[in-house]
C-alpha cells in the first residue's frame, strides 16, 4: 500500500516507511520505521501526523510487530504505549482498540498475526473509502468562484486517502469547479505554510498563504466565501477539536457570517465523549512557540527560558458549526441535537 505519506509492502520481509512531515516542503525523506518504539518517536515529533494518519500508521505499525514475532503480551504493551503517544486525536485510540480486540480474540499465535495484519490493512484501506466519502458530500457543497479558508493540513498528508477537508477541497478541483484556497500558516508547527501549500501545489489548486492573524482582516473584505476544517475528535454534540486556531476561524465567521464546515470520519467520533469540554488537549513543547524547526534548522528567536503556553489543539463549540460533512452524509446542527453522533 503506498499513501502520499505512508508506504507498506511485504515482499521478503515487512517494511513500513513515512515521509518525514517535518522536513517538507524542502525535503523529501522517506524513513524507515522498524518497530512500534520507532513509529512512537515518529508520531510524536510530528514526522507522522494528522489524525486518521496516526491511526492506519500505529495499525500498521502493529502488524509489523506481529510479523517480526512479537508475542501477544508484548503487542499488547505496544498497543498500550502507541495509544499514549498523543492524546487528542481518538483515531488512533479507535484504530489501536481495533487491533487490541483481534490480538485479545486470538490464542494461536500463526492465526494472530494473520488476523493482525488483515485488520491493520482493512483499517488503511477503509480510511481511503471514508475519504472518498467525504470529499463527495464536501465537494457538492463547493461552487465554482468560491474562495475558501482552511486551516493546518488535513489532506493526504494527514490520512491514508485524498484527506478530510482539504480532501473536499482538491474533489472539488478535480471536478472542474474554479476555486481559490486561502491557506493559514497554523503556528506553532506550520502544517498550513509547510504541507497545506505543498498539496495545493502539487495538485495545481490556486491558493494563498496568509499568517494565522490575518484571517479576521481576510475574511471582513469579503474575500472568504466558505470554510472547510478537518477534525482530530468530535464529541457527540457535535463540539470538536481541531489544530489549534481553528475555534478562532470559528467565531471570525461566525461574526462574517461565513458557512464553516468541519469535515471528519466516523473514526473521528467520539461516542463516548458527550461535549468538548472532556477532550484532552495535547501540551507540546515551549521550543515550538520560542522559534521554528524544520529542514532548514532550528530558529530561537525569543529569550531561551520565556514562559511559553502550547496547547496543540482548541475546542470549537456545535454552535459556530454550519454543518458537519462525515463520511455518512452532511449533518446539520438540529441532526446532532436530536443525537445523531450518538
Ligand atoms: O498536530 P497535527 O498536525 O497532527 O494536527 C492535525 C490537525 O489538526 C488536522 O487538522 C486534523 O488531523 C484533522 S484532518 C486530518
Known sequence: MNTLALRWSLDNKPHLSVLDQQLLPQVEKWIGIHDCNEMIAAIKALKVRGAPLIGVSAALSLAQSGLHGSSKEKLLQEATALMAARPTAI?????????????????????????????????????????????????????????????????ALATAGVGTALGVIRRAHELGKKIHVYVD??????????????????????????????????????????????????????????????????????????????????????????????????????????????????????????PVYNPSFDVTPAKLVTAWILDTGVLTYKNISEGALK
Open 91 to 155: 483515531n488512533l485510540m479507535n484504530c489501536v482498540n481495533r487491533l487490541q480486540k483481534v490480538i485479545l480474540a486470538n490464542v494461536k499465535p500463526e492465526l494472530l498475526l494473520k488476523e493482525t495484519l488483515t485488520e491493520a490493512l482493512a483499517i488503511a484501506q477503509e480510511d481511503v473509502e471514508l475519504c472518498d466519502r467525504m470529499a463527495h458530500y464536501g465537494a457538492a457543497l463547493i461552487e465554482s468562484g468560491d474562495s475558501i479558508l482552511t486551516h493546518c493540513n488535513s489532506g
Open 185 to 306: 500558516e497554523t503556528r506553532p508547527l506550520l502544517q498550513g505554510a509547510r504541507l497545506t501549500a505543498w498539496e495545493l501545489d502539487k495538485f495545481q489548486i490556486h491558493y494563498t498563504l496568509i499568517t494565522d492573524n490575518m484571517a479576521a482582516h481576510v475574511m471582513s473584505l469579503g474575500k472568504i466565501n466558505k470554510i472547510f476544517v478537518g477534525c482530530d475528535r468530535i464529541a457527540v454534540n457535535g463540539d470538536f477539536a481541531n489544530k489549534i486556531g481553528t475555534y478562532g476561524v470559528a467565531v471570525c465567521a461566525h461574526y462574517h457570517q461565513i458557512p464553516f464546515y468541519v469535515v471528519g470520519p466516523q473514526t473521528t467520533v467520539d461516542s463516548k465523549c458527550l461535549s468538548g469540554a472532556e477532550i484532552p488537549i495535547e501540551q507540546r513543547h515551549a521550543h515550538e512557540v520560542r522559534g521554528a524547526s524544520g529542514s532548514f534548522g532550528n530558529v530561537i528567536w525569543s529569550q531561551e527560558n520565556t
